[in-house]
């Protein structure tokens, strides 16, 4: 399968306080036409940042090293029209909260079809109509008229949907999905991942999906790969995760979760917080906080390597491999 | 003999003032019509999504909102109305404390948590300074704070260290019982669950009662023993928290429950319609 | 490092927003602005000591006579020395605002507060009140009470502080009641801290830096309006020297070749409210900040 966006070795470091710190470490990541891949972390973890560097959205003074290249074009180095037609027919970026991304001066109708007369120059009355269609497809109803409310009159979940329907406008290749449904209602946050999925589907798009919540990421995509510090920890396919982990991190995030179908007298919960890659000390980022750390954990940054059927950063999973869920936890 | 209940609440309602889209002067009920009771050291969730009336039910057992009709009783008092004038507002203070969900505006940027906690102390208790440290001091421990977070001020904590010092400020005033509303939902799964072991240990060495308002599901299951399921302001369903899970009675409540991702879910099969049409009947 | 140091080490790892490389302080800017006033302020308290030449006397031999030794800036059109007029002319034209300053906030902070805290019919009263005195332009209302009491510094700074009550209180208003809207308050509040001790321990410390950048800026105005003032001969009466004056007192001179007096005291006053105009953008910036 050729793959449709590539990142390799990609490091990003941005200014904090006058320094120059690293947020994201020897990122490497492939996505197939259609495919669609979760980014799984907490705070520091680096998921959103690895999406802005897909989107070209890194904020000014960021440095990159290493390669991001999309339909074989180098992503990093594009520049006017290519970026234009990159950021319109390549990518398009869903945020989390859909109000801090519209303009509330501006119709939905006119939020919708800027980009389509604009980029796509195409005549009004299409892009009304294509508008129109897309809102129908979102599950928006009475879209004629939703075409001339302004975005205060749309409930949250109704303004993600407009966004949905707007980043499908271009038709795009790609769609990055930045915690769209973390700022709604679980109900809501059902509905527009169905939409979401079925629309991919229909129109063949590729989907990175960057959450923090592992299982709603392993239910909707294809391979996730669990984020920590910067870097990618853990790759390998979504039903495979929580059976199978290949990385103590992600064997732990699991266990932290409280479960819907029972109760535990304690949570297993992980000792010490979540840390950015400038946080991180030397070797594995996570070894402070792992209960199967050794020393030669800290000795070297350890190396993403194929673990079949995945890919892991853990240097000791082939020993700790399956025990890593071990313990059950009581019901009541 | 039975204890009898340290909340009870009867028949509340909180009706706002509005306008429709016409500029017509209309009627907003936010809750409608709730009773509910909960035992000392027990536990009650208040699950709902956006509009549930959730967040309102909690502001007005804080005594930050007056309810429209229906009693509020605390502790053997009646609390039905938000007091009037701080010496009553701090008695309230010792049977009802609250913790909000944003970590980040939850405390004064500009107090040192030591100074926070200090406040509260006095506030509740006249003692001297040596009093006030130790109190202090012991507070952070039960919450797990060291000696430098309690120098502190809230730009030197990460969001699960001030929710931890926001839990303290409440405990101050040991009160009887405690709302969290939403106050994990802000948090990193990893910091959450260290905070959920923080509630069930404070829980076991205070007998506190918990009042938890709520979205997520898997965090009602772990931290109550009750709960009550609204949507629209009025009470859809209510039971041992086990109970309204795994043998759901309202068609809202299943909706809810299938709404949560896990293994083998599927958007797709999820029939919001129908589920919210069934409530709409059932009502 | 150890589990417990992981944990304390820092605060929450920094998220994009945080990263923006903004000026911490002052900046450069802010430092030249303070830098350049305090000089001119230390100038016209010190200066006189210093240099003691008469601003009053009237030399008429003198009259716009240029720069010589002992008299760097040359003479006005009464023959009195430049530099010394400029610099006991500071005293009136930099001290004068401070007063309408002190008055504005003041009163605008007291509305501000109550009405902010107290809310209900009584913030809805005050906020029309704060409404209905933008209508009355702080200098109109300083021409309307030189009018009544007569020329002078006192009259006309009150009138002015007046004028600039609503616009110092609606800042104060908006920036405490974002501050009361946030859960803390709130929790204070359940906790059964009294409305007072809320307003004084908690809002006022964390509203300071908007109310000082709103008094940096009144200040720049104050001194635009108090020189004006003065230039149409309502304010600081001649022959007591102030920037305003003598930017008046310098046209005649102006108009026949010789434009030094209105000139250099122009200078003086754009330069002094410009470093004030640049103070308080980064003290507003500051606040932001927080």
């Known amino acids: 399968m050729t793959s449709l966006l590539t990142i390799e070795g990609l490091t990003v470091t941005l200014p904090v306080a006058g320094k120059r710190k690293p947020v994201l470490r020897d990122i490497n990541l492939e996505i197939g036409a259609g495919e669609a891949v979760g980014l799984v972390g907490e705070s520091g973890s680096g998921k959103s940042m690895t999406a802005r560097s897909i989107g070209r959205l890194l904020p000014p003074g960021a440095q990159t090293s290493g390669s991001i290249t999309f339909d074989g074009k180098p992503v990093l180095e594009l520049k006017g029209s290519d970026l234009r037609s990159y950021r319109t027919e390549g990518v398009a970026m869903i945020f989390q909260d859909p109000r801090a991304h519209t303009n509330p001066v501006r119709s939905v109708g006119d939020f919708l079809t800027e980009a389509m007369r604009t980029n796509m120059g195409m005549k009004s009355s299409a892009a009304d109509a294509r508008a129109v269609e897309l809102l129908e497809s979102v599950g928006i109803d009475d879209p004629k008229r939703r075409m001339q409310q302004y975005p205060h009159q749309l409930s949250g979940g109704m303004l993600q949907r407009v966004m949905i329907a707007s980043a499908l406008a271009v038709r795009p290749r790609l769609i990055l999905a930045d915690e769209p449904t973390t700022a709604l209602d679980v109900t809501t946050q059902a509905e527009v991942m169905a939409i979401l999925d079925t629309l991919r589907r229909e129109h063949g798009v590729a989907l990175v999906f960057i959450t923090h919540d592992l299982e709603l990421a392993a239910a909707v995509c294809d391979r996730t790969d669990v984020m920590y510090a910067g870097s990618i920890m853990e790759q390998q396919s979504s039903d495979a995760l929580d059976r199978d982990p290949l990385h103590p991190y992600t064997a732990a995030l699991v266990q932290a979760r409280p479960s819907i179908s029972s109760t535990s007298d304690r949570l297993a919960a992980i000792p010490g917080r979540p840390v950015s890659a400038f946080e991180a000390p030397n070797g594995c980022a996570f070894a402070p906080r792992c209960r199967f750390a050794v020393a030669e954990c800290s000795a070297g940054t350890p190396p993403l390597v194929a673990v079949e059927p995945g890919l892991s950063r853990c240097i000791r999973i082939d020993s700790i491999r399956g025990t890593m869920t071990a313990g059950e936890v009581s019901n009541g | 003999m039975a204890n009898s209940p340290i909340v009870e609440v009867t028949n509340l309602r909180k009706v706002y003032p509005s306008k429709d889209d016409r500029g017509r002067r209309t009627d907003f009920v936010a809750v409608n019509d709730v009773s509910f009771t909960i035992e000392p050291g027990s536990s009650l969730a208040i699950v709902g999504e956006s509009g549930s009336g959730k967040t309102t039910i909690a502001r007005m057992l804080a005594g930050l909102e007056q309810p429209t009709s229906g009693s509020i009783m605390l502790a053997g008092k009646d609390r039905s109305k938000p007091e009037r004038g701080a010496k009553a507002r701090r008695q309230r203070g010792r049977d009802v404390q609250i913790v909000f969900q944003d970590p980040y505006t939850s405390l004064d940027r500009r107090q040192t948590v030591g100074d926070a906690l200090a406040e509260v102390v006095r506030l509740h208790f006249a003692q001297d300074k040596a009093s006030v440290q130790a109190r202090v001091n012991e507070l952070a421990e039960m919450v797990g704070l060291d000696a430098r977070m309690v120098a502190a001020r809230p730009k030197g904590l990460s969001g699960g260290q001030r929710q931890r010092v926001a839990i303290a400020r409440a405990l101050a005033a040991e009160p009887k019982v405690l709302i969290l509303d939403e106050s994990v939902a802000a948090l990193d799964v990893s910091i959450q669950a260290q905070v959920l072991n923080l509630l069930a240990d404070i829980r076991e060495a205070t007998g506190i009662t918990y009042v938890l308002i709520s979205h997520d599901l898997a965090v009602v299951r772990q931290l109550t023993r009750d709960a009550i399921v609204m949507r629209q302001g009025a009470v859809v369903e209510h039971g041992t928290t086990a109970d309204v899970l795994d043998h759901s009675q309202s068609a809202y409540t299943r909706l809810l429950r299938d709404s949560v991702p896990g293994p083998g879910w599927d958007p797709h099969s999820i029939d919001r319609a129908a589920a919210l049409a069934a409530t709409e009947s059932s009502n | 490092m150890s589990i417990l140091e992981v944990q304390s080490a820092s605060p929450e790892p920094i998220e994009y927003d945080d990263v923006k490389g903004q000026r911490k302080g002052l900046g450069l800017t802010g430092w030249i602005a303070v830098a350049v006033l305090s000089v001119m302020v230390l100038i016209t308290v010190f ?29 006005d059109g009464q023959g009195r020395d430049l530099l010394a007029r400029l610099v006991v002319g500071g005293r ?35 906020s029309r009140f704060i409404d209905t005195m933008f209508a009355f332009p702080g200098l109109l209302l300083a021409i309307i009470a030189v009018a009544i009491f007569g020329p002078g510094l006192m009259a006309a700074s009150i009138a002015l502080a007046i004028g600039y009550t609503p616009f110092v209180a609606r800042i104060i208003r908006s920036a405490v009641l974002r501050e009361r809207n946030l859960p803390y308050v709130s929790a204070l509040t359940v906790q059964g801290l009294g409305g007072l001790n809320i307003s004084i321990r908690h809002l006022l410390p964390n509203v300071a830096g908007i109310i000082i950048a709103a008094a940096t800026l009144s200040y720049g105005y104050a001194l635009i309006d108090l020189a004006a003032l003065s230039f149409i001969g ?57």
């Not at chain 3, 003691?52 to 009259?63: E, G, H, Q, R």
């Not at chain 3, 930099?94 to 902070?109: D, F, K, N, Q």
């Not at chain 3, 003598?246 to 026949?256: N, T």
């Open chain 3, 47 to 75: 200066g006189p000591m210093l240099y003691t030449v008469d601003p009053d006397n009237i030399s008429l031999m003198d009259t716009f006579g240029p720069p010589q030794p002992g008299h760097p800036l040359g003479f």
């Open chain 3, 92 to 126: 009136t034209s930099l001290l004068g605002p401070v007063i309408v300053v002190i008055i504005s906030t003041l009163l605008g902070a007291l509305l501000a507060f109550s009405a902010a805290w107290i809310g209900g019919t009584y913030d809805t009263v005050v």
């Open chain 3, 234 to 290: 309502l304010g600081v009466q001649p022959p007591q020297s102030d920037w305003g004056v003598m930017v008046a007192e310098g046209i005649p001179g102006l108009l026949s070749g010789y434009p030094q007096e209105s000139l250099y005291a122009g200078l003086c006053i754009i330069i002094a409210v410009g470093a004030v105009n640049l103070l308080g953008d980064r003290f507003a910036a500051m606040a932001e900040e927080e």
